[in-house]
């Protein structure tokens, strides 16, 4: 009986029985080892459901003391006149256990991550929270850690302990709010959840791990243990060169893409190829089309997949729909030895309402906002992120660092930026709160895009920060220490809408439209810009970027044709959706797949050549790339003939040695000896033209040119051409010296 009150020294019956119903939030004071009053040590373990608990010495494996049950639903206690290193050998009903007592281990954050945390400046947060396998006193296992600072008790549960919250009860380190255990003997890949009890005792739905780095494919919710080995990359040549790369002055034409859709396997259910078979299949694929990069649909894990990944829930954890973490990082390597990068959708703004996800994960708005009018997305029914908490800004920043760091992606294209920018997004009047000086714009949003960005260009000054931005927002891309936001790039949402309204209209109204095509000019050097025809134009019944065009089905292609030859002549980076190329009929969805069947029909295999031969000239000539972002590479060649709806761009690189001539008539009649002037007197050949018959067209545009000595458009040169019906061509002014600085020599593309 005395060892039994020894046992029990230090504790009363109410603490006791808070612990067995789960409800106690120091389990540390009860379990574990423990000393007396007499300098005797007492070892407390719950196990519920065991018949006999011995405590071992660690080192020699000697049994030290037979353990009591001194609770009748599984509180076991023993005494020991020394302090021991100890395991405990457990007998449950068919099987007995060996393993270290999870309560034997000291604190285990240090002092500096939990200031980190509270400071929201742990950048390395994913090594800090979440679930990390690691050694501890020769002890393997996995340290859980989460931020809770409102709930009254936290435990860690999963398949190792029967999903019950009463085994492992976490320590609370009160100082930043976070609960931590170390489980001895788990593994890599056990699934596990959070129980959390509220502040005011309610028990709360399992909640996944904000923190994971991995989790089961949806539906399934829970978060998985992922390795913490490092991936072994054969990307270096790939990542000194990036280092050394200047995004601006060089091509970047994107290929947006689903993962989930691009490619089903038909043969196999129509389901999604994983991470290995798109190296083998997407990779390849978008090389040859001549691409630079491949951006994928946010891939962080989301519940649901109709949301196409912008409502993610795992933000430092790659869909488990594809695969393993390791999966992607070798679908990223793979991409990076093809000469591709990777450009990864982003989401800041908002997560979803599930239960089990970020939605007062605690018992209260932790991650969002209390109020609606300032944490509640009417168009989208999700929740906002409270960028005035600084534990929040600092999940948000280390998600985004993650990638980059763990899976050496080379970008992040940030959704929904101008949603996080106005408070009043999307809202009536009288249903949004001013910020502190009666003003609309969100200052929490704007500081912290100026803190991520200079952050992530510290500490990768290689990687694109892109921003998807609606508005007329100032100085997006003006580094933030020149009082902008700091993004490299923007979506040029207003160029693409213009560009679009006009080519859906009949040609024979689009002369009244003429300024639809040439605004874009007016701002394109505000910002840094790329040019999108992205996911979003083709859904929700806006029809796919072909079907948009008017006419026959031949004048649809035509136009299809002429308006990509016209964007790849206009400056600015450029990004297409999957199927784009392929001139897919149909909306995209995302069950299902590109069409690609289509590629049997001329028509739509001659307009995927043609996204082919724009990317590879896109490439080859440095004047179709200095004027993306500088003024001094572009001029107006015709801009003011509405009346016959053509439009000619110049295009120089920066010694203004090469020229390129990117001329359009986006009517279907015929413009013979239509005369442009030029700049530079001599011989302009033809490199592209979107009528050529390898693209599908009549073949009715002109050749090669040499100027006469006629003005025209205010130049003292000028060329006579053919311009064929709905079509762009373009013609390479070259002065020979000039052309030892592009790939080929020889001044035109290998494959013509």
């Avoid at 793979?334 to 994960?361: E, K, S, Y």
């Avoid at 100026?450 to 891309?477: C, G, Q, W």
């Amino acid at each position: 009986m005395s060892d039994v009150a020894d046992i029990r020294s230090g504790m009363d019956a109410g603490s006791m029985q808070a612990l067995v119903e789960g409800r106690h939030g120091d389990p540390f004071s009860i379990l574990g080892m423990h000393q007396g009053v007499d300098g005797r040590y007492s070892v407390r373990a719950y196990l519920p459901g065991a018949l006999r608990v011995e405590i071992l010495d660690r080192d020699s494996d000697r049994a030290l003391a037979s353990a009591d049950l001194i609770h009748p639903a599984g509180l076991f206690g023993a005494t020991l006149a020394e302090r021991n290193a100890y395991y405990l050998r457990i007998q449950w009903p068919d099987a007995v256990q060996v393993t270290a007592d999870p309560y034997s281990f000291a604190p285990l954050l240090g002092d500096l991550d939990l200031h980190l945390i509270s400071q929201g400046t742990h950048y390395n947060l994913s090594k800090a929270l979440g679930a990390n396998p690691m050694t501890i006193d020769d002890v393997t296992g996995v340290r859980f850690a989460v931020w809770a600072p409102n709930a009254s008790r936290v435990s860690v549960v999963g398949d190792f302990n029967a999903w019950d919250g009463r085994r492992h009860p976490m320590r609370l380190r009160p100082q930043a709010g976070v609960w931590e255990i170390f489980l001895p003997h788990i593994t890599v890949g056990e699934r596990y959840k959070f129980e959390i009890v509220d502040r005011v005792g309610n028990l709360l739905p399992q909640k996944a791990d904000p923190v994971a780095r991995a989790a089961e494919p949806a539906p399934s919710t829970a978060s998985v243990v992922a390795s913490s080995e490092p991936f072994r990359w054969n990307d270096h040549t790939w990542m000194d060169n990036c280092r050394n790369a200047d995004h601006f002055a060089k091509a970047l034409s994107i290929y947006e893409v689903h993962a989930g859709s691009w490619l089903r396997d038909m043969e196999d259910g129509g389901r999604a190829l994983d991470w290995i078979e798109l190296s083998q299949r997407l990779i390849p694929y978008v090389s040859e089309m001549g691409f630079t990069h491949i951006e994928l649909l946010p891939i962080m894990e989301h519940p649901f997949g109709g949301s196409w990944g912008y409502q993610p829930l795992g933000l430092f954890a790659p869909t488990g729909r594809h695969g393993t973490p390791e999966d992607f990082a070798y679908f990223v390597d793979r991409c990076h030895q093809g000469r591709l990068g990777v450009i990864l959708d982003w989401v800041p703004a908002h997560f979803p309402t599930d239960v089990w996800g970020l939605a007062r994960f605690d018992g209260t708005a932790l991650y969002e906002h209390e109020d609606p009018r300032e944490g509640f997305h009417r168009d989208w029914n999700t929740l906002i992120y409270n960028l005035g908490r600084n534990e929040v800004k600092g999940f948000l920043i280390a998600s985004a660092l993650e990638w980059l760091d763990r899976y050496h992606v080379d970008g992040l294209r940030v959704d929904a930026v101008a949603s996080m920018l106005y408070r009043d997004y999307s809202r009536p009047e009288g249903e949004w709160i001013p910020n502190r000086y009666g003003g609309r714009e969100n200052l929490e949003a704007i500081e912290f895009f100026k803190h991520l960005n200079s952050i992530v260009h510290d500490r990768f000054p290689y990687a694109l920060m892109i921003a998807e931005e609606s508005t007329a927002f100032p100085s997006i891309t003006k580094p933030a220490a020149e009082g902008g936001l700091g993004f490299d790039m923007k979506w040029n949402m207003g160029w693409m809408h213009d560009t679009l309204h006009y080519m859906s209209d009949d040609p024979v109204y689009r002369k009244y439209h003429h300024g639809s095509m040439t605004f874009g000019m007016i701002y394109a050097y505000s910002e840094r810009f790329i040019l999108p025809f992205s996911h979003d134009e083709v859904v929700h019944g806006k029809g796919s970027t072909l079907a948009k065009m008017p006419g026959n089905p031949s004048q649809r292609m035509a136009n299809l044709r002429a308006l990509f030859g016209f964007m790849w002549g206009h400056p600015g980076k450029k990004l297409l959706f999957m199927g784009d190329e392929i001139g897919q009929w149909s909306e995209w969805s995302h069950d299902s797949s590109v069409e690609w069947d289509l590629l049997d029909e001329p028509s739509h295999a001659g307009l995927q050549r043609l996204v082919r031969d724009l990317n590879r000239i896109y490439r080859h000539f440095p004047c179709l790339q200095h004027g993306d972002t500088v003024p001094d590479g572009f001029e107006w060649a015709v801009a003011d003939d509405a009346e016959q709806s053509v439009f000619g761009m110049l295009r120089f690189d920066a010694g203004r040695r090469l020229a390129i001539l990117v001329i359009s008539n986006f009517t279907p009649i015929f413009r013979g000896g239509y005369r442009v002037g030029v700049p530079f007197p001599g011989l302009w050949r033809r490199i592209l033209d979107t009528d050529d018959s390898v693209y599908g067209g009549a073949g009715l545009g002109s050749g090669d040119r040499l100027t006469d000595d006629l003005s025209a458009h205010e130049r003292r040169q000028s060329l006579l051409l053919d311009l064929a019906p709905l079509s762009t061509a373009m013609f390479l002014f070259e002065d020979g010296e000039a052309m030892t600085e592009v790939s080929d020599p020889e001044g035109l593309p290998s494959w013509k």
